[in-house]
Structure formats: C-alpha cells, structure tokens
C-alpha cells in the first residue's frame, strides 16, 4: 500500500476517535525561515513582503532590533534553543564529558561535542539559560536543537559511539531500574549490560532524554504560558541503522510527540543522500503515526536549501518546499537564511510558495 493511500486510511479509520480530543490553538500556516532572519532585513526586505509569517532564530542571533522589526510586522518569533550541544561546556567542566563503552572519553562526533546527560551542572546551566531567554524576550515559542545523545546524525555516513557509562549513569541507571551491575571497569560493565540488559538500558537513556524535555517544557510553561514547545529532531525511520534513532540517539518519538507541541524534522535530503521526494514520503508516514497514536501534535519541517554537499538547483529547492509543506504539515521552513541571501533565485522560490498559501 503506497503512502498517500495508507494515511487516507489512517484519517477515515482514526479520524473520529481523535475528533474530541484536546485541540491545539489554530494558527494559520507557518510560513518560516530559520538562522539569522536578520540579514533578509539588512537586505533591504521585509519579511511579510516575502510571504514570511514566522522567524525561527538561533538565540545567539536573537536581539532587540531583530524582535522589535518582526513584532512591528507581525511575524510570529520563535527562538532556537541549543540544548544538547556542550562543547563550550566541557572546556570548563570535564565531569559532563561523556565517556564511551571502552571507559574513555568520547571522541568530538565530527564539529557536534555532546555532554552527559545526567550531569545536574549542565542540567541546571541549561535550564537558567533558558529563563533568561524567555524573560528577556516574549517569544512565541522555543525549538529545542541538538536533542539526542552524543552522536552526529546529519551526513550520509552517521557517527555513532555508545554513550554513556561514567560512574554517575551506572550507578543512576542501577537505582533507577532496580539492577545490579557487576564489579570491574566501565569497559566490562558496558559489555556485561550490552548482553544482559540492552533494552532496558535503551530504555533508560530515552528516559533520561525525556525528561529533559519534560524540564524544558515545565519552564517555558511557567515563564511563557502561551509559548509553544518544538524539537529539531533525526529524520530517521525507527527502523535505519538498526534502529538508532532509539537505540542510540534515545530517541522515542511518539513519546516526544506526548510532551511537545511541534515536531520539525530535519528534512536535509542532500546531507543525507536522500531523493527530494522523501521529504513528502517522511512527512505523509510521520502524520499516519501521529494518528495511529492519537497524537494531534503538528509538524513543521524543517528542509535544506544550502548548497552542502554538491549545488541544490533552485528547481530542487522548490521541490523539497513543494514537499515538505503537503499535508499533513501545518507549516514549513528551511535551512538557511543566508542561501536566499546569497542565491535570489531561490529567495523568489520561497517567496511564490509562500504567497500563495
């Protein structure tokens, strides 16, 4: 049964017996672009003469001026928020380093260098960080990015360490699943968990990853009650590279899809040596889950529109666009600012799609 036809099905069977559940606020198509929206505006645009509705910007690029001209216009601001990725972090506090299966540290994955997570620090360095984001500024919402355990994900051929098995997470591990890990090295209780309980410490680590999230959303509700909670996440289908998105990114998607408002998939079909066609083919399957589970949590992917690796042709482009904002999508954006900057033809393709939503 092909795609389109699979999720037609899922609406008629399950439609109904999600009809009355919660609904979420409507709110008209989103119609984003993500970075550093600013530089469209020291380009002498205007972001509702593109069609732009919504701004998606790394909190570094966040700042007065920037918020001000979106609020004169209108345009929804919602802020990136880089949760997991500590590599500043670790100059300064080794104990978060997460440490690999062999008992060493691990490697950089590439540029991203992620953290343990169970290291109350971070935890609570993150978690004031936000507070002060959400203080300053009145955003629409918050997208929380570099979600996952230490891995890089965004190529062709992922980078993927086991993580983590520092003293703190064996024995957080041990307390909270209610097990006993034999004496000896990290290098032999890693191997002595890999054959006697896997699965309960891929569940563990989901869990942990979780609960951050849980964090996040608990302090976004409390500062901004209005806000909406996002995650830039791994495209992956459960079942690719023998299923590392759960096993080990610790990702469990449709638990996420419980705790947030907006799932954006990071749709980078070049990265990742994939057809521009998957974008829609990976947005229809993500909307027959989200049904099957009752779930009304919206997507808003997040496409590729940079030319790394090799040249998107501005034809490509309109096509990952075309794509990615079918429904079940209820908004869109890409990756990045700076290519409709530099490439106007593709600004114009944006610009087209966008006017006629």
């Known amino acids: 049964m092909n795609a389109p036809l699979r999720f037609l099905l899922y609406i008629l069977i399950l439609g109904p017996l999600v009809s009355h559940a919660q609904r979420p606020e409507r709110l008209p198509f989103t119609k984003g672009v993500y970075g550093d929206p600013g530089a469209l505006l020291r380009n002498g645009e205007s972001f509702r003469s593109l069609g732009i509705n919504s701004i998606f910007v790394r909190s570094t690029s966040l700042d007065d001026e920037l918020y001000h001209a979106a609020r004169k216009e209108r345009v929804r601001v919602y802020v990136e928020f880089p949760t997991l990725n500590g590599a500043d972090y670790l100059e300064d506090h080794p104990e978060a380093w997460p440490v690999n299966d062999k008992g060493e540290r691990a490697a950089p994955a590439d540029w991203f260098m992620g953290v343990c997570l169970t290291d109350s620090g971070f935890r609570k360095h993150r978690e004031a960080q936000l507070r002060t984001l959400l203080t300053k500024y009145s955003v629409d919402g918050v997208w929380l990015d570099y979600l996952h355990w230490h891995a ?45 309980l896997d699965s309960v410490w891929r569940q563990w680590r989901s869990e942990v990853l979780s609960q951050w999230v849980t964090n996040m959303k608990s302090i976004v509700r409390e500062v901004r009650p209005g806000a909406l909670l996002g995650i830039y996440y791994c495209p992956w289908y459960p079942e690719d590279f023998d299923g590392a998105l759960f096993r080990i990114l610790g990702l469990d998607l449709m638990g996420l899809a419980r705790i947030v408002d907006v799932l954006s998939p990071m749709l980078y079909h070049r990265m990742m040596e994939r057809s521009s066609d998957w974008v829609g083919e990976y947005v229809h399957w993500l909307g027959s889950v989200l049904i099957a589970e009752r779930r009304r949590t919206r997507i808003w992917p997040i496409v590729q529109a940079h030319n790394k690796p090799g ?6 482009f309109r096509r990952v666009m075309w794509n990615g904002s079918r429904a079940p999508a209820s908004g869109i954006m890409m990756f990045t600012f700076n290519t409709l900057v530099d490439e106007p033809a593709k600004l114009e393709v944006m610009k087209d799609l966008y006017r006629k939503r």
């Open 152 to 196: 890089q994900f965004e190529t062709p051929e992922p980078i993927l360490p086991e993580t983590c098995f520092c003293e703190r997470c064996l024995n957080i591990f041990q307390e909270a699943k209610g097990v006993e890990l034999p004496s000896g090295d990290a290098a032999a209780k890693a191997e002595w968990i890999f054959s006697n």
């Open 311 to 316: 040249v998107i042709t501005t034809e490509e």
